[in-house]
């Protein structure tokens, strides 16, 4: 028996981002809503059920932060939420661990992208 693939949220106002997300999560396991800043991810994430969001921290609008902070007010600190930045100083850490989010560097490595929301959703969609 198939499941349905998960439900990925991705906010990136890079449109190459975009084009790589799609490429690095294309596939069975996971559908893909693309959101270009963080008014549009927030909206996106109001009106659909999601399984995880992929952030980017600096976009237009409200940032990955804000964002997360947001659905930390919905959804608890369970709900996988993966921060995306070139950023790794102490406050921005500390500011992460804070929200209960993941932190993911950049440069992404995209063969990972995968196995790492994979690990992090438990294994199977659905």
């Known amino acids: ?25 294309a596939g069975d396991d996971f ?7 963080g008014d549009d991810a927030l909206a996106m994430f109001r009106r659909q059920a999601f399984d995880a969001a992929l952030l980017d921290v600096e976009m237009p609008g ?6 997360c902070a947001a ?5 608890g600190p369970a709900f996988p939420v993966f921060l995306i930045t070139g950023r790794g100083d102490d406050a921005f850490l500390h500011r992460v ?3 209960a989010a ?8 995209w063969a990972a992208l ?7 959703l438990g294994g199977m969609p659905g």
Do not use: C, N
Not at 114 to 120: D, I, Q, S, V
């Open 1 to 25: 028996m198939s499941r349905p693939p998960w439900r990925i949220l991705v906010a990136d106002d890079d449109p190459t981002a975009a084009l790589l997300f799609r490429a690095a999560l």
């Open 62 to 67: 409200l940032d990955g932060l804000e964002v």
């Open 97 to 99: 661990r804070a929200l």
């Open 31 to 37: 559908s893909i809503a693309l959101a270009a800043d």
């Open 114 to 120: 995968p196995g790492m929301l994979r690990e992090a």
């Open 102 to 109: 993941r932190y993911v560097a950049k440069p992404l490595d």
């Open 71 to 75: 659905i930390r007010q919905s959804h």
